[in-house]
Every structure is written in C-alpha cells, then in structure tokens.
C-alpha cells in the first residue's frame, strides 16, 4: 500500500514484474507501466510499447515516478476497499495525523486471448475436431480436407465428454504430485532427524579423536627426532671420512711430490683405507626408523602406534631347488649370459653359452642339444612358434649384428633362418614385443647406451630411451614394462615403451659388482643376478635375498616362468649347471 505524494521505493520495485514477460515464464522487473493497459512493462517491452498502431495513443510512465493517481482504474467489483486496512500514519509538518487512501488496483490479470476463427477462411468459425490429424478447423474445411477423417466430431457434441476427461487427468496428475510431495517433506523430516542424531555423536567422537591424535602425534614427533639426531651424527662421520678419502687421492694426484713420495703416501694410507671400507662394509645393514600405525574404534588409546627402531637387513627367502642340469661337455666350463623360452613353453629352454659361442637347446626330458655359432652371442629371445618350428633372435655384440635360427619341435634341432640378420651396432640384451611385432634391443656403443625399436625387416622404428652409461641386461615385464640394468651405474630401471621412467631401484652390495641379469613376475617383483648372490626386489622397493655366497652358486642370467612358477638361473664361468627353482 502506498503513502499519497511517496514514490515507489526500491524494496516495492523489486516487488514488480514485467507482466507481458512473466506470461512467457520469463521474469524481468519492471521499469514503467502503461496506464492505458494497466500492465507494468520491463525496459524492453516499455521501449517497443509505443511502437505499434494500436499502442500509439497509450500512456506510458516510468516506473520511479509512478504513483496510485497514474495507475489505471479498477474494474467495480474485482476488490472490496477495507478502510481500516487503508489507514496510514503520515509524518507531516503539523504533526502526526490519521488519513486513509485508497489502496492500488491489484495487478490485472492479462488473460490469453484466443482466436475462433479458421486461418484459411477468417469469417468461419471453428466448429469440428479431426482426430486423426489433432486439429480444430472449421465446416468448410471439414468437408474439404477432412472428411474421409476418422473422428471428425463437432466440438459442441464433445465438450462435456472431454472436459470431464481433462478435468480427470489434471486430478490424477495433481494427486500424484501431492504424494510425492507429501514424500519428499517426510523424507526431509527423516533426513533431518538423523542428520542431529549422527551430528551429536560425530562431535563427540571428535574429541575423543582430537585428544588421541594429539598424544600418537606428540609421541611420533619424539621418536622421528631422536632418530634424525642419531642419523645426522652418522650422516656427519660419513662427511669426515669422505673427506679423508678425498684428501687421500688428492695427495696421490699432487704433481709437487715425487712418484716416490707418492707411493709412500700411498702405502701408509692404505691399511686406513682397508679399516674404513671394512666400517662400511654392510651397506644393507643401515638403521632406519620403522613407523606403523593402525587405528580401531574407539580411537581412546594412542598404543595403535608402533614405534620400531632397528638394524635394517635385508630379508631372505628360501627357495626350493627342483633341479640341476650340467649342461658343459667333459670338463668345459659355460658362460651363459640369456635363457629363453617360449610362452607357451611347450618348447625348451635356450641358452646362451657366451664362454663357447653355443647355443644350448634343454627339452623337457633334460636332453641337451649344442648348436656352434660363427660369432660370439649375448641375448636370445623368441620371436614365433609356429608348429612345428618356432624361430629365435640373438644379438652378436662383438660383430655389430642379430641373427635368426628356427628351432625344431619334433626333430630337435637348430638351424639358421631364411629371415635375413640385421646389421645393428654393439646390441647386447634383445626381447621381442608381440603386440607391437618389434624387437626391443639395448644398443651399447662406448659409454653411451639405447633402447631402441626395430623391426623384423631391419629397419630402426624408434630409438625409445637414451643413456650415458651401458646396458647390459633387458627384459620385458608381463605388461611389457621394459626393465634394464647396468653394471657401470649400478642400477636398475624400468620404463614404458615411450621411455618414461616409471621405477628406479640403486642395486648396491659390499664387492658393487652388478647388477647382472634381470627378470620380473606377475606381481612386478624384479629378480636380479649379482655377484654370488641373487636377490628379488618388490614394487615398493623391499629386497630380499634368494641366494647368497654360502649357497656356492654364481649367478649371471635367469629366467621367471610365470606358467610354470619356476625360476631357471644360469651361471657365470667356472659352472657347469642350470638352476631350477620352484617359486
């Protein structure tokens, strides 16, 4: 209700809407009204009113100006004027004064306005409804166009029947709203009841929980402290003897002593340098702080944390030996640097006899088959198994070359291939991919090393990774992962076919020899061979021993057989057999 002479205030213009705009379900606010329509229009619709003829003499007033006096008159009856609830309280300069106004005309409803007549013929009325094609039309239409129809009904004859069936629909749909209506307040209510119910205890356990992370988080913190200070002390006697060392060499590099004196030097520090390698001789055998937590409920006590300091070694794992095969005639000696098997394995096992420049073939019986090479191999792998044949690949490092040789099923034999070798410099560890139907090979030239991709036909696909340092070992993972160590860097790795580096392990022991031939299985443990020893490293970096130098075995290749669950580890010189172990 408004004050005679106030304008409208801001709160009462957010109140109106553009009318002609809300009946397209489109809500603009007003910013002038038509007196002549009594409408309030938006900004749009008030700058285009005027636009039409029949609009030209309508008068338009913006919506900061106006008052009830420009409003326009109520139809007699469309409201009843209480003048108790008209009668305002005017600040004026006389002092406070009752007076009554007349209340504004509520908002007029704009109504829609239909058209009965036919748009073909204007004078007609509209009169039938066809059925068949859901239009109204009028007599002479019906008779044109619609009166082989079906349903063709006169809409007098019809309207009470459809009325009511209308009429029932909307009731139907109305009702149905109301239940889901009635479910979603229900729902609602429930959801809030609930809601405080769990709400309340969460806060309670918070606390419970906040005082037991407090105390587990302040006993952690003692313990990690006390370890660091203890680490740090050790961290700064390796600083010192680091500094020895390197004053040791530079001594034996000073050009301003004599050769002599030199080696003098050299001599009296020696049994000191013997004293410091024997301190750090165990390199597995470091402290380190183990920290475990498991929480329960109710979290009350801070005991769930386990605080375990340590002498860190390295596990061991027993394995089961299931066989030896000497696969070296008379009193040879073997060298064997790659085994092979398809993955079927119905095939045998191939080696590589580095030390003999052989290939040995082992069948399932353990009958041994000799193939002497022209040229001194390295790594093997296979390439098809077709039955009867199946075909392989070795690399040729020290004659820059990979040949191919088919192997026999039923008569065991090896023959070379009708597939021509390819000329491929330094290559050292060979794998086939057979979704990519590739050859990945470890190229060795100097100090620098690749992975690189070739072709059955020889051709070089892609160098994958590069490096500054040899490779001497390759394989693929289960998911053709490739993994790779090397011997001057002392480390192994494993990357995606693109070369992105995915695992990095530092492979360190008291000679720092290795590491030497790698594998992995189906949980992506990666077996390495080292010098006498053959170790297993997990996924998360945990290794464990499988065979040391008590067990007098020196390993140098091996091969995991995920089929079978059996592990075949061949040896360096000076052995004669083939390890079979069951994992």
Excluded at 7 to 18: G, N, P, W, Y
Excluded at 189 to 205: K, N, P
Excluded at 509 to 514: A, L, P, Q, V
């Amino acid at each position: 209700m408004e004050v005679p002479g106030r304008k409208e205030s801001s709160d009462d213009k957010v109140k109106r809407k553009c009318q002609p705009c809300q009946d397209e379900n489109v809500l603009h606010e007003a910013y002038g009204y038509c007196t002549t329509c009594g409408e309030y229009l938006c900004d749009a619709c008030y700058k285009y009113h005027l636009r039409p003829k029949p609009f030209k003499d309508h008068v338009l007033i913006e919506y900061k100006t106006i008052t009830s006096k420009d409003r326009a008159p109520t139809p007699p009856g469309s409201y009843k004027h209480n003048v108790f609830d008209d009668q305002v309280l005017q600040q004026g300069e006389n002092g406070d004064k009752c007076m009554t106004e007349e209340p504004p005309p509520p908002v007029p409803r704009r109504t829609r306005v239909y058209s009965t007549k036919c748009s073909l013929h204007p004078l007609d009325d509209l009169k039938y409804r066809c059925k068949t094609h859901k239009v109204i039309v009028c007599s002479e239409c019906a008779l044109k166009k619609h009166r082989h129809c079906d349903n063709l009904d006169n809409i007098h004859d019809i309207y009470d029947s459809e009325s009511e069936r209308i009429v029932s629909k909307i009731q139907y749909v109305e009702d149905k709203a109301a239940y889901i209506l009635k479910q979603e307040t229900n729902a609602n209510e429930g959801a809030d009841v609930s809601y405080e119910e769990v709400l309340s205890q969460i806060r309670l356990d918070r606390e419970q929980v906040n005082t037991y992370l407090y105390e587990t988080e302040k006993r952690l913190n003692n313990e990690v402290y006390r370890f660091r200070e203890e680490s740090k002390n050790r961290q700064t006697e390796m600083l010192d003897i680091c500094q020895k060392l390197k004053k040791k060499k530079d001594l034996i590099k000073d050009t301003n002593l004599s050769e002599i004196e030199r080696y003098i030097s050299m001599t009296e520090g020696e049994c000191e340098i013997d004293n410091i390698n024997r301190d750090l001789k165990g390199v597995f055998g470091l402290p380190r702080l183990r920290v475990s937590y498991k929480s329960q409920y109710p979290l009350l006590d801070s005991k769930n944390l386990v605080v375990e300091k340590h002498k860190r070694e390295i596990g061991r794992r027993e394995l089961k030996l299931l066989k030896k095969v000497n696969i070296a005639r008379g009193n040879q000696t073997c060298s064997i640097t790659d085994i092979a098997t398809p993955s079927n394995e119905t095939f045998p096992v191939i080696l590589v006899d580095f030390r003999n420049q052989k290939l040995i073939m082992i069948s399932v019986e353990y009958s041994l088959i000799y193939h002497q090479l022209e040229w001194i191999p390295w790594g093997i792998t296979f390439i098809s198994y077709d039955r009867p044949n199946g075909e392989i690949a070795i690399t040729c490092s020290y004659d820059d070359r990979i040949l191919f040789f088919t192997i026999g099923q039923k008569i065991a034999k090896i023959a070379e291939s009708k597939r021509t070798s390819i000329k491929v410099e330094s290559p050292r560890g060979i794998r086939y991919h057979k979704s990519e139907n590739v050859m990945i090979v470890a190229v060795n030239n100097f100090q620098n090393a690749s992975i690189q991709c070739w072709s059955l036909n020889g051709d070089l696909v892609r160098t994958i990774a590069s490096f500054g340092y040899c490779i001497e070992s390759i394989n693929l993972t289960h998911d053709n992962q490739i993994i790779f160590g090397s011997l001057s860097k002392h480390c192994i790795q494993s990357c995606d076919m693109s070369g992105k580096v995915l695992r990095y392990f530092p492979y360190i022991d008291d000679s720092m020899c290795g590491p030497y031939g790698i594998a992995s299985d189906q949980s992506q443990s990666i077996y390495v061979c080292g010098f006498k020893c053959l170790r297993v490293v997990s996924r998360e970096g945990e290794w464990n021993e499988l065979l040391t130098r008590d067990d007098g075995f020196k390993p140098q290749s091996l091969l995991v057989s995920n089929r079978s669950d059996r592990l075949y580890v061949a040896q360096e010189k000076g052995c004669t057999d083939l390890l079979i172990f069951e994992l």
